[in-house]
């Protein structure tokens, strides 16, 4: 009894935080390369993903991460592994739409049926003017400390004049 009730917790508290994404960005796949050959199921693949900055008009990340073939793969159920890498740059004119917070989630994606996301949050090094984004994937028991991180140094961007401080938007 009590084992069911912890893990009817766990269910709810992992479900809550799935559907707590305020401005949460959406996902581009731009490709897909297999490694790993099977026969009969799916292909292990490399997969490359871009994303826009749901709040900083003019950065966009792309991020790399393997997903499995197999079985459990062909049904979705396969728990992904941590790898991810992470590439941020500055596309256009930099304009934030609202102020955030320091480690505010930009994208977050689930890598297991349950247990395991993996996000990529953004903060603001102030000193140098310069956004970061750091990728990292977590699960509720034991995460990962894999990660990668990404600067975006805040650049005028044609005609534009004077980019915005990050510290006047990210506290």
Not at 85 to 103: M, T
């Amino acid at each position: 009894m009590l084992l069911r009730r912890w893990v009817l917790a766990a269910l709810a508290l992992a479900l809550s935080g799935s559907m707590l994404s305020p401005a949460m960005a959406q996902e581009d796949l731009i490709f897909r390369k297999s490694t790993v050959w099977k026969m009969l199921t799916p292909n292990d693949k490399l997969a490359v993903y871009g994303v826009d900055d749901p709040i900083v008009d003019g950065v966009a990340c792309h991020y790399t991460v393997p997903e499995k073939g197999g079985v459990s793969g062909m049904f979705g159920v396969a728990e992904e592994v941590s790898e991810v890498s992470l590439s941020c740059r500055q596309v256009g004119p930099i304009k934030f739409k609202e102020k955030a917070e320091q480690g505010d989630v930009v994208f977050r994606e689930r890598r297991s049926l349950i247990w395991k996301k993996m996000q990529i949050v953004r903060g603001c090094d102030a000193k140098r003017n310069v956004l970061v984004y750091l990728v990292y994937t977590d699960k509720l028991i034991d995460g990962s400390p894999q990660n990668s991180t990404s600067s975006v140094p805040l650049m005028p961007w044609g005609a534009s004049g004077e980019p915005p401080k990050c510290a006047d938007w990210i506290r």
